[in-house]
């Protein structure tokens, strides 16, 4: 087996990436006249993101084989397609003050999407669970339905189609920096750490007759495998986290929010 | 709003009064933002002439090969006090000055959001500095470096009690910077005058304010380090050593996680400086705000994941380096974005050549030039080649000196007359600017030769090799150059403050809030503040008319209606800084206790986890004790929040009753901080958090006197709230070590 051949015979149809793509659509469809360009390659971006993840050799490999290949998986399902897929959702009017106050407040409070987000990366990584998601096909899928689902609750404070309820930029900027620390301090354990997180991935059952190719061809050996999988964690988690803080800032700055959230106009 | 009065204001005898406020006395006891600033700068120009006689002695020493002008033990110590007076004596507190002055000022407030806090921080600078300086007559001063790199630190290897007045100094010092920007994060969301909305900042301001986080965050770890260094030397530990089964890699991933953030820590403000300044003297607005404002923000992020580049030779594996070298050059691009903000806005500009924007240019090509030799040592295999050669002297000091110190003498020509009335001679000026180009590139530009042809760094002496005496010699020769400039600076500071010439409010046509009041300003800063309503209300005021001027006091009252409460600002901004300190200790104590493949076990046997759940359980019941008696308050009910707060102190001292019982029993049983790794990571972590339990404990009943005496109500609860969050955090901190130390190893 070698690379090439690998990349090419292990994609699969995988029943999450059809419920994706055809998310994708139904949600493409449903936003109709609000729909804009930008909208749509979020949508379509989002789609593909999970198809990568899940349907792809990264998938296969992320079963079982290699530590760091899950960790891109796990990264892509938490952290890439929910906030594009939020991104790609049409604007929704803010809730009037003249509603009911059961859909005023906040179904969950920001710290509550902050600690599910922040659970969904270092729960996964206990070394139980990180192993039982290997080994057991209901808990791998488990994981990834609630990797999606928890990324969606961390992201919608920042770009959730509900403009009104989104965070204020400075509350933003701390709740995605403190998310980033959290990454770090997990992603600095993972890659200086003595011992295996997932010791499933030491010696992978190799039913591809794969392992060869990535530990010799590729030159993963189970500590480098285990020192970038930290890495992931850690340095492109964080560059996710930065672009929002970015992209908060950015908008901060059309808008010219005053501390209360109410916007000012530039003088010209 | 209330305004904090100073103690000056409260006395009612009006020639003792006056008395107080011109005599020297007046400087002591002063909690005027303008004065505690003027103090930051003086002592920081002392310590800078102080760090730089030591800088000439070095380079008398390295002027000639095979130079015995001083011994290895005397360059050793002027080596390691040069590099800690520097940053920590100079730089740092030149910045903070700066910002002290300047901020309330830019920002339209009275004063920083709590003077008697921003004093402290001011004296316990010019202590820390006596504190370091003090070791020279105990037996030497500290010879390690200003890096303190471990085993050199460790007791066997620096015996004199030096290294240990490093330590508590830097300490000192570290506690002094933190709260000065807790500070400035209180004064920078609170007072801001009506219509200064952020996205409106001076750039100067924002990243003070972006460095301020920088600082609350970096410090605590350089502190968890320097008591870890501390227990090792003075309790005879072995964190950092080999022997016992330390590590002393450890510390220089712990100093250079402080150490990293700390290099933007000393540029960011400076940026800021240039950032101010250019703009003024190229008659055009600052060229991308956002993008100068926004990439602050991503290099303070990017900052804390650099450190590694630090330590590419320590042979960190090729992973590890690889990624390390992609982020440091990814750091790079926000500063890069910086220099062409700051060019563009050059570009075109109606530009005035005054010493202040000579300074500015000339900051920006030497930045340029130490910012490239910093992208060439992120590719790891270049830096394998350089490292501990002068090549990396040359590096920093374009950073340090060429950028910061550059931007710095560039902000002493700008804001000396709003400080003191009176214009710094040009004439003066430029001769000071000539000298200290010249001289500096003298000095450092052939070090970058030096370092390719290999000479080491950090070493007394160098053989006499091809070209090494006579680039060595032109550096000294560079660095007396300098050494004259600044001379010149200190004679045109003297001289102008006298007999300089009247600079009126704004002689440079600027157009930030500091340049709407008299130079220098009154003690209440403002009589009457113009209107904000864009980045340059000073231009919009001159190009609107001064018929919408409003009064000073209408303005400051409506600052305090903003979002942010400044007693919940500090105390989150103090609770994260406590959370970065303790994270530390905690990461050090998983590192030495994790279970590794072939060891016996557990290293925890002897713990008795149910008393520790009992004691466990007290001070959980204190914490809810604590939230009754806010509730109490709200309720106006001071009785019951008196009874619930007295509860909390109770429960409290169980905890720690329990704790000392437990720590009896352990040391009857022979185990002691020293015993072993387990025994020293234990006693470390748990012991500072029994130490923060204690100080809770000093501030409840702070608070519960409070409360008592009707000082601390319901229309008033901010000081009983500050210190419930700063509870509740112990707790909670508690809650991690409890389940990390005693529930693990039972699972």
């Not at chain 1, 407040?105 to 969950?108: E, G, Q, T």
């Not at chain 2, 407030?109 to 959001?113: E, L, P, S, T």
């Not at chain 2, 350089?386 to 002068?390: E, F, G, I, L, N």
């Given at each position: 087996v070698n690379t090439a051949r690998l990349l090419a015979s292990t994609w699969s149809v995988d029943p999450l990436a059809i419920v994706a793509c055809a998310t994708a659509v139904v949600l493409a469809v449903w936003a109709g006249?609000?729909?804009t360009g930008s909208g749509l390659a979020c949508l379509l971006a989002a789609a593909a993101t999970i198809v990568l993840a899940v349907a792809s050799p990264l998938g296969v490999i992320a079963d079982g084989y290699l530590f760091s290949a899950h960790m891109l998986q796990h990264l892509l399902l938490l952290l890439v397609a929910p906030p594009l897929a939020l991104l790609g959702l049409p604007a929704m009017a803010s809730v009037p003050p003249t509603a009911p106050a059961r859909l005023r407040?906040?179904?969950?409070p920001t710290w509550g999407t902050w600690a599910l987000g922040v659970a969904a990366m270092w729960l996964w990584h206990a070394p139980t669970l990180c192993n039982a998601a290997s080994q057991s096909a209901f808990v791998h899928r488990t994981q990834e339905v609630s990797l999606l689902l928890l990324g969606t609750l961390f992201w919608i404070p920042i770009v959730g189609p509900r403009l009104g309820r989104r965070l204020r930029p400075l509350t933003g900027v701390v709740y995605l920096f403190t998310a980033c620390a959290a990454c770090t301090v997990l992603g600095i354990i993972v890659t200086f750490s003595p011992v295996e997180v997932c010791s499933v991935y030491l010696r992978p059952t190799d039913r591809l007759g794969i392992v060869p190719l990535l530990r010799d061809g590729w030159g993963l050996t189970p500590e480098r495998d285990q020192e970038l999988g930290g890495l992931l964690m850690w340095v492109p988690s964080c560059f996710v986290y930065l672009l929002g803080i970015l992209g908060l800032l950015s908008r901060w700055y059309r808008t010219a929010q005053d501390d209360a959230g109410v916007a000012h106009r530039e003088p010209a | 709003m209330t305004t904090t009065m100073s103690p000056l204001d409260a006395s009612p005898d009006a020639s003792a009064q006056a008395a107080l406020e011109t005599g020297p006395y007046s400087w002591v006891a002063t909690v005027d933002h303008k004065r505690i600033g003027i103090l930051y700068l003086l002592t920081s120009l002392f310590f800078f002439a102080v760090g730089g006689v030591e800088a000439l002695f070095l380079r008398l020493q390295l002027s000639r090969p095979d130079s015995h002008f001083l011994s290895p033990a005397v360059y050793n110590q002027i080596f390691t006090m040069h590099g800690t007076t520097m940053i920590f004596l100079v730089v740092m507190p030149t910045l903070v000055g700066f910002a002290n002055y300047l901020v309330p000022l830019m920002i339209g407030?009275?004063?920083?959001?709590f003077p008697r806090l921003n004093a402290l921080s001011y004296w316990l600078f010019p202590f820390g500095g006596l504190l370091l300086h003090f070791s020279v007559i105990t037996g030497g001063a500290p010879a390690a470096g200003w890096f303190g790199y471990a085993p050199l630190t460790e007791m066997p290897f620096s015996s004199t009690p030096g290294t240990d007045y490093w330590i508590v100094a830097l300490l000192v010092l570290g506690v002094g910077s933190v709260a000065s920007a807790i500070n400035m994060i209180a004064t920078v969301l609170?007072?801001?005058?009506?219509?200064?909305i952020i996205p409106r900042l001076p750039l100067f301001v924002w990243m003070t304010f972006v460095t301020s986080f920088l600082i609350v965050l970096a410090i605590p770890v350089l502190n968890a380090a320097l008591v870890m260094l501390l227990i090792d030397r003075r309790l005879e530990a072995h964190f950092f050593t080999h022997v016992g089964g330390g590590n002393p890699v450890l510390w220089q991933h712990f100093f250079w996680t402080f150490g990293h953030p700390e290099v933007y820590i000393m540029a960011l403000p400076a940026f800021g400086m240039i950032s101010e300044i250019i703009p003024v003297f190229s008659r055009k607005?600052?060229?991308g705000y956002e993008f100068v404002a926004g990439s602050t923000v991503a290099i303070a992020v990017l900052s804390f994941g650099v450190w590694a580049h630090h330590m590419f030779a320590v042979g960190l594996g090729r992973t590890a380096d690889l990624a390390f070298a992609a982020s440091s050059m990814l750091i790079a691009v926000p500063t890069g974005v910086k220099i062409f903000n700051w060019i563009a806005t050059m570009w075109g500009g109606a530009i005035r050549f005054t010493t202040a924007m000579l300074f500015a240019v000339a900051f920006l090509i030497e930045f340029v030039i130490g910012g490239l030799s910093g992208v060439t040592l992120a590719a790891a295999p270049i830096d394998w080649q350089?490292?501990?050669?002068?090549y990396i002297v040359a590096h920093f000091h374009y950073v340090l000196f060429g950028g910061t110190a550059f931007a710095v003498m560039a902000g002493i020509y700008y804001w000396f007359p709003k400080m003191s009335g009176r214009l710094l001679s040009e004439k003066l000026g430029r001769l000071h600017f000539w000298l200290v180009v010249v001289g500096f590139n003298l000095t450092f530009f052939v070090q970058h030769f030096l370092g390719l042809i290999g000479m080491p760094r950090r070493v007394f002496t160098y053989p006499d090799r091809p070209g090494w005496g006579a680039l060595n010699m032109s550096s000294t020769v560079g660095a007396f150059i300098m050494g004259l400039g600044m001379l010149v600076l200190v004679v045109n500071l003297v001289v102008s403050r006298r007999r300089g010439a009247p600079a009126g409010d704004n002689p440079w046509g600027a157009w930030t809030l500091e340049w709407a009041t008299t130079s220098p300003p009154p003690p209440h800063n403002f009589s009457e503040l113009p209107p904000v309503q864009g980045r340059r209300p000073l231009w919009d005021l001159a190009h609107a008319g001064p018929a919408n001027a409003r009064s000073a006091a209408g303005a400051i009252a409506g600052a305090a209606e903003g979002a942010f409460e400044k007693s919940a600002v500090a105390v989150w901004a103090f609770v994260a800084s406590e959370g970065g300190f303790f994270l530390i200790l905690i990461l050090a104590y998983l590192y030495f206790n994790a279970p590794r493949a072939g060891a016996d076990g557990g290293a925890a046997p002897t713990l008795d986890a149910r008393s520790a759940g009992l004691f466990t359980a007290c001070l959980l019941a204190s914490s809810f004790a604590a939230w009754r008696a806010e509730k109490a308050l709200a309720r106006a009910e001071r009785s019951g929040a008196v009874a619930w707060l007295a509860a909390t102190v109770l429960l409290g001292v169980l905890f720690l009753a329990g704790q000392a019982r437990e720590y009896v029993g352990l040391w009857q049983h022979g185990v002691t901080v020293s015993s072993d790794l387990f025994a020293t990571t234990f006693f470390t972590l748990t012991g500072f958090h029994g130490l923060h339990v204690a100080a809770g404990l000093v501030a409840l009943t702070v608070a519960l006197g409070l409360v008592r005496s009707g000082d601390c109500t319901r229309e008033r609860p901010g000081a009983l709230r500050a210190i419930g969050v700063y509870w509740h955090f112990v707790d909670a901190v508690w809650l991690v070590v409890f389940s990390l130390v005693y529930v693990r190893p039972l699972l």
């Open positions: 006249q609000r729909r407040v906040r179904p969950i | 407030a009275r004063d920083m959001a609170t007072l801001r005058a009506p219509g200064l607005p600052i060229f350089v490292t501990d050669t002068y």
